[in-house]
């Protein structure tokens, strides 16, 4: 009779002989004659680990493999190892290796245009945000130009914030993973001095000083003479509408101005301002200054902006283009937002436009 050091030894060849198909507890307990549950008990004893956590790590190293030996896409990768999503895939990845499957491929396989980090490592600096356990702050990756935003312990009425922001979340932490970003080393030493307080705000633990916010930016774009103008709720608070923005979401009108912009406001960044052509908006990026500010850039496709369709309000002694109400209107339907609705609604007709 088999010792159960040789049985495990039978199981682990037989989960790497059959990975790519997909092998199950219940498939390995029929082939070896015990319950599942005696029998991940006995493999826990002998290899430290339930043999589910064996089948999903032995699942995760192939493919990470493949990943390092190919050039396979990724969504490949992910659906010849039984998962149904590249999402499902990530997660899983992440929950081994700690990274994502694109940055581990970037960083085995980095490009021959990446260049070595110019960042002192931030590994450690973490910072409690105030009454609750929850930990942020930015980790340097290997010796390439990774990064990641590491949040720990989380408390789980928070994490929707977290996966709506497209962090990949590991049990209660979460992270969000950078490769090869220019400028990030301002991204990261922003964020470890403000992440903190952008977090507090964004999660609504503390006010919001949007229009102080507002009132900065409002000096550093005028030196750039582009055309610009505020959306989302700072533009209905604007507009008169009761709200509490948790931050400041500007909007660039014209794409050709996409440069200009990056350049003069990376130094403020704390999340990368790029490039997205072929998305709904053109670029993306995040910089703090006092709160939150999100910067979009429109698509080439609307350039030259028609500024005229926008509203237009004074701001401490500045005329300012804010969104129209029918066109925050039709964003709030969008996001499923029936009381903002409600509330653009009633003043477009106190207007009576």
């Known amino acids: 009779m088999l010792s159960w050091v040789d049985l495990t030894e039978i199981i682990k060849a037989l989960i790497d002989e059959n990975i790519e198909q997909g092998i199950t507890l219940s498939q390995i307990s029929e082939h070896c004659g015990y319950s599942p549950h005696y029998l991940s008990k006995k493999f826990h004893e002998i290899e430290g680990i339930s043999l589910k956590e064996y089948i999903l790590i032995s699942k995760i190293q192939h493919s990470a493999a493949a990943l390092l030996n190919t050039n396979h896409r990724i969504i490949d990768i992910a659906v010849s190892h039984g998962y149904s999503s590249q999402e499902a895939f990530t997660r899983a990845f992440i929950k081994v290796y700690g990274i994502t ?170 999340r990368p301002i790029e490039r997205c052509e072929n998305w709904v908006m053109s670029g993306l990026g995040e910089i703090f200054m006092d709160a939150v500010i999100s910067i979009a850039f429109h698509n080439k496709e609307l350039e030259p902006y028609d500024m005229s369709t926008l509203g237009k309000v004074n701001f401490n002694g500045k005329e300012i283009y804010i969104s129209s109400l029918e066109m925050l209107k039709e964003d709030n339907i969008n996001f499923n937002r029936p009381d903002r609705v409600k509330a653009i609604e009633e003043k477009i007709k106190e207007l009576g436009k």
Request: net charge neutral; proline share 4%; aromatic share 16%.
């Open 101 to 270: 499957p694109w940055g581990y491929r970037k960083l085995q396989k980095p490009s021959p245009a990446a260049e070595k980090s110019r960042l002192i490592p931030l590994a450690g600096v973490k910072q409690q945000i105030g009454g609750l356990n929850m930990k942020i702050y930015v980790k340097q990756m290997y010796d390439w130009n990774h990064y990641a935003f590491i949040a720990e312990d989380v408390e789980e009425k928070h994490w929707d914030y977290f996966t709506e922001n497209q962090w990949w979340q590991v049990g209660n932490n979460f992270i969000k993973s950078y490769d090869n970003v220019r400028d990030f080393e301002y991204c990261a030493k922003n964020f470890t001095k403000y992440g903190e307080t952008a977090v507090k705000q964004q999660l609504k633990l503390i006010e919001t000083p949007w229009q102080k916010a507002l009132e900065s930016f409002c000096s550093e774009i005028q030196k750039l003479g582009v055309d610009w103008y505020v959306h989302g709720s700072a533009a209905m608070a604007l507009w008169g509408i009761d709200v509490e923005p948790k931050d400041v979401n500007i909007i660039v009108a014209n794409y050709s101005d996409f440069d200009k912009v990056r350049d003069h406001f990376c130094k403020f960044a704390i």
